[in-house]
């Protein structure tokens, strides 16, 4: 199966970012200071009219935030009346871009993974599974590796059942949502035979890239975005959090969700956004390579 340049969670992102979804400042001193600039929507190939007519559309589906940038200057910026630039919102699934995908690229910048390094390399419990043995990082960062997904019927999550209801609870170890993933989310196709959307396959993505970045200076998630990302582009410890605010133990690792459980502001996440639409490429800082 051929595989993008960029995984696909990471492309969905970019093309929220690009398309207008919540996306800035903060007073953090970057390494590389950038400041976004305004300007009128028709100065940059942008119709005004329409923009206002998206952004009506968006308020009145109860949309929190807008922030439109193109050629790195705003073009757009809008808050609800409950909402600001200061305030946080929950990204849902962004968190598999934003914090799984940016986390991996990091990592695959470092040498300490490879797309093609088997999992069980880095979750020994699967060594000896003849199906899970055979799933490479790449299948968990592209949702072909084959493990069901904590989903069922369209039903919410709190009226689900067994390992799926569990895995949405975030319970302590050992009913926490990567022993879980690990060990009962079953695999229903061999893996890279196809797409399945999986959240505990992006579990287990951040599994394995916390057991990789175990020999660095950052051994979660969590300090690994804020060192080598976030505080780098500008954005304030206090403009975003991920993980739901948590970290599980699991076999001595400090695990950080990367399903979901990120908020970001609107200029956090464009920030974000304009790094990953430059190539990892911060003003002339490779902070993660283009490769």
Not at 217 to 244: C, F, N
Request: glycine share 8%.
């Amino acid at each position: 199966m051929p595989y993008p340049p960029i995984l696909p969670s990471i492309l969905m992102f970019l093309i929220a970012v690009v398309l207008a979804a919540a996306l800035v400042d903060c007073g953090w001193v970057a390494a590389a200071d950038f400041e976004w600039q305004s300007a009128e929507p028709a100065s940059q190939g942008m119709s005004g009219e329409k923009l206002d007519a998206l952004r009506e559309s968006l308020a009145s589906k109860n949309t929190k935030a807008l922030l439109v940038v193109r050629n790195d200057r705003i073009v757009c910026e809008w808050y609800a009346p409950n909402h600001s630039a200061e305030a946080k919102h929950y990204s849902a699934s962004m968190a598999k871009a934003a914090v799984g995908g940016v986390a991996l690229a990091i990592a695959i910048s470092d040498g300490q993974i490879a797309l093609d390094d088997p999992a069980a390399k880095y979750v020994p419990q699967w060594q000896a599974d003849p199906r899970k043995s055979q799933i490479k990082v790449r299948h968990l960062g592209s949702h072909t590796a084959g493990i069901e997904d904590a989903e069922a019927d369209n039903l919410p999550h709190d009226r689900l059942t067994g390992w799926k209801g569990d895995f949405w609870k975030r319970l302590d170890p050992p009913r926490d949502p990567f022993t879980i993933s690990r060990d009962e989310a079953p695999l229903l196709f061999n893996p890279g035979d196809k797409i399945q959307y999986s959240n505990p396959g992006i579990a287990l993505l951040a599994y394995v890239v916390t057991a990789a970045i175990q020999d660095g200076p950052h051994k979660d998630l969590r300090t690994l975005l804020r060192e080598r990302v976030m505080r780098p582009i500008g954005v304030a410890d206090q403009d975003w959090s991920i993980g739901y605010g948590e970290t599980d133990v699991v076999d001595g690792l400090p695990l950080v969700a990367a399903w979901g459980g990120g908020n970001f502001t609107a200029r956090a996440a464009a920030r974000l956004g304009r790094l990953m639409l430059r190539q990892g490429d911060w003003d002339g800082q490779q902070l993660i390579s283009a490769e």
